[in-house]
């Protein structure tokens, strides 16, 4: 069965969850937005998205772009968990993924070292 959980609290659970990035990456990360919205539109079912230049891709005439997004999913986290404990974990898991694509770091290397 799937959690139910208030926005404010799933909402505190994605701000905790940037409390957890290191303090020498958050100061690296450039021109990027967290959201939390129920679900993405296209695919439902994903639990995350970065959308924008990845910070290995920005050449130096990066300029005058709006900002890059991670969008976090909240339905869909909801529903692939059963206890609120599962939802803060995933809630991590797929914060830090995020972040990782806004550093360049690609789907194949995040599933190989656990961060799905």
Known sequence: ???VMSDDEFDGLVSDALDQ???ELSAEMSNVVILVEPENDEDPHILGLYS???LTERTHD???FLPDTITIYRDPILGMCHTRQEVAHEVVVTVMHEI???FGI???WLHANGWG
Request: net charge negative.
């Open 100 to 102: 990782a694509h806004h």
């Open 1 to 3: 069965m799937p959690v």
């Open 62 to 64: 990066y300029g005058g």
């Open 21 to 23: 990035v290191p303090a």
């Open 52 to 54: 924008g230049i990845a």
């Open 106 to 108: 690609d789907d194949h």
